[in-house]
């Protein structure tokens, strides 16, 4: 028996449905399967694209995934923190001292939301760290670039929103704050927002010390592994 005949008898058994004719029920049926299948389908593009766009933390089951494990990860962090403050050596704790100016929250959401949109790829750990370094290093940038210069970062946003993807984001926002620290807008530089890049190590160390993170946060949250 298909699943159409299936949901007739469903329904027909039901006391609302009773005196409705069998042929407006078989197009009711129809149309409710034929939503069904077009919901599905459109769940499934909607996924291709994010998974092509690097983009599945925007997906419902990345959304959960965050949902699920961003405080537990925050916390860990927060702890970490402690540590590092207290003078306390730690396995990671040099790794994670440069992020003492970003909240737990912001960097769990981070090294979260790379993985997530990383999660169909086979790639290196080695990269994955690296761009979740990258990131960190971009949102500790761009905040000093809203202190020190918040009308220029705003119009930064507007013209990297344009993008599709991260990359050409954050082209966009390095751009805008290396034109804003020359002066190259109102002929006033702004010195204070040149940028020495991390070192690749850095950015490596940062990356792996948030990996393991994760995974060990997402493992005791109900084994919800990448």
């Known amino acids: 028996m298909s699943s159409n005949e299936n949901w007739f008898l469903t329904l027909r058994a039901q006391e609302e449905y009773k005196d409705i004719p069998d042929t407006l029920l078989q197009r009711q049926v129809n149309l409710e399967c034929l939503m069904k ?3 599905l389908l459109r769940h499934d593009r909607e996924v291709e694209q994010a998974k092509g766009n690097e983009l599945e933390s925007t997906t419902s089951y990345g959304r959960a995934l965050l949902r699920d494990n961003l405080k537990p990860i ?13 003078g306390k050596p730690g396995l990671g ?6 992020l003492s100016e970003l909240t737990p929250e912001t960097i769990s959401f981070i090294a979260l939301r790379s993985l997530l949109n990383t999660i169909s790829y086979e790639h290196t ?9 990258n990131q960190i290093e971009d949102e500790i940038r761009y905040s000093k670039f809203e202190k020190e210069a918040s009308e ?17 984001k954050r082209k966009a926002m390095n751009t805008m704050m290396l034109h804003t620290a020359q002066g190259v807008f109102d002929g006033m530089p ?30 005791d949250n ?3 592994k990448m």
């Not at 704790?93 to 440069?98: D, G, L, Q, R």
């Not at 705003?154 to 050409?168: I, K, L, M, P």
Request: net charge positive; no cysteine.
């Open 152 to 168: 220029r970062f705003s119009f930064a946003v507007r013209r990297a929103e344009r993008s599709t993807t991260y990359h050409r």
């Open 190 to 219: 702004h010195p204070e927002l040149n940028w020495e890049s991390w070192p690749l190590e850095k950015k490596l160390n940062i990356g792996t010390r948030l990996i393991v993170n994760a995974g060990e946060k997402m493992h």
């Open 37 to 39: 299948t077009e919901g």
């Open 93 to 98: 704790n040099s790794a994670m001292k440069p």
């Open 222 to 224: 109900g084994g919800q």
């Open 125 to 133: 750990l080695q990269f994955v760290a690296i761009g979740i370094g």
């Open 74 to 86: 925050a916390d860990e962090i927060a702890q970490q923190f402690i540590e590092i403050n207290s």
